[in-house]
């Protein structure tokens, strides 16, 4: 009974003045772009009222209103300073230069004859992301478990400082190897990668937030020495050498000995 009464008031109350709170728009931003909130109202009366306010601290600020033709800023400049302008025919409200501080919620109230209307933003902005940094950890990295053989391994570490909300990943071509991610504010994030020194492909480390990303690209064969595999070389080179200079002595000696004997001929 009491159930339905609540009902009631609340269909009349609120269905009278047609209140209309369903919308909630995700609205991501790189840090330094515009950005523009619609009030998506296409036919603005000189009565309607317009008003945004950014909430702070759990507080509503108000930083922007049109009524009867006239642009009210209110106290926008403490924490915009001259970056806001409202559209005095649709009543949409634009951001220049968004910087990280202005992320957040930001609500419009439209006031019509018909009835109030509301509609919220969350905005996030992105900072700019880093070029990753690739460094060689270890170059010359013999697998335990296969000493004998020529492989060697690389261990790459991929890293970035201070960043927030971002995706670190390795990838072997077009192929994902591996990621990692954090969301807390200004931290550093580092992700190895363990590459055997004969794959001749291209690495690249890549960091991602929901808009853009930046990405390192990596020769394996410029930056990983083959450790063993030069060693193995310089024997090949050496044995070679070897057997040459035994060849050309086996020849010199014999040549000599040929020559000696011509000369010992007996007459
Ligand atoms: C990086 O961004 C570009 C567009 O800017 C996109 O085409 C590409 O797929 C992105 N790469 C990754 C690995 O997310």
């Not at 523009?36 to 008003?51: A, E, F, K, P």
């Not at 009867?68 to 400049?77: A, P, R, T, V, W």
């Not at 201070?162 to 390795?170: A, F, G, K, Q, R």
């Given at each position: 009974m009491i159930a339905k009464s609540c009902f009631l008031w609340l269909w009349l109350a609120f269905g009278v003045f047609g209140v209309d709170t369903d919308g909630l728009e995700s609205v991501s931003v790189m840090e330094g772009d515009s950005v523009?909130?619609?009030?998506?109202?296409?036919?603005?009366?000189?009565?309607?009222?317009?008003?945004w306010a950014f909430r702070i601290k759990n507080s509503d600020t108000?930083?922007?209103?049109?009524?009867?033709?006239?642009?009210?800023?209110?106290?926008?400049?403490?924490?915009?300073?001259?970056?806001l302008q409202l559209d005095d025919q649709?009543?949409?409200?634009?951001?220049?230069?968004?910087?990280?501080?202005?992320?957040?919620?930001?609500?419009?109230?439209?006031?019509?004859?018909?009835?109030?209307?509301?509609?919220?933003?969350?905005?996030?902005?992105?900072?700019?992301?880093?070029?990753?940094?690739i460094i060689i950890s270890d170059s010359s990295q013999k697998s335990s478990s296969r000493k004998s053989s020529s492989s060697s391994k690389c261990v790459l570490l991929c890293s970035v400082v201070?960043?927030?909300?971002?995706?670190?990943?390795?990838y072997k071509g077009n192929s994902l190897l591996s990621s990692i991610s954090v969301s807390d504010l200004n931290s550093s994030l580092s992700?190895?990668?363990?590459?055997?020194?004969?794959?001749?492909?291209?690495?690249?480390?890549?960091?991602?937030?929901?808009?853009?990303?930046?990405?390192?690209?990596?020769?394996?064969?410029?930056?990983?020495?083959p450790g063993s595999e030069r060693r193995e070389h310089s024997t090949i080179i050496l044995v070679i050498s070897l057997s040459l200079l035994i060849l050309i002595t086996a020849a010199a000696v014999g040549?000599?000995?040929l020559h000696h004997k011509k000369n010992t001929r007996p007459v």
């Open positions: 523009t909130l619609h009030t998506d109202v296409t036919d603005i009366q000189r009565n309607d009222q317009i008003l108000r930083i922007a209103e049109i009524y009867k033709q006239i642009i009210d800023m209110h106290e926008s400049n403490e924490i915009f300073g001259d970056k649709t009543g949409s409200l634009t951001i220049r230069n968004i910087r990280i501080e202005h992320s957040g919620l930001y609500k419009l109230t439209i006031f019509r004859s018909k009835g109030i209307s509301y509609k919220y933003f969350s905005v996030t902005v992105y900072a700019h992301l880093p070029i990753p940094i201070n960043v927030t909300h971002v995706t670190l990943s390795w992700l190895p990668l363990e590459v055997e020194y004969q794959e001749n492909n291209i690495y690249s480390c890549v960091i991602n937030n929901p808009i853009r990303n930046q990405t390192k690209h990596l020769n394996i064969n410029e930056v990983c020495q040549g000599i000995y």
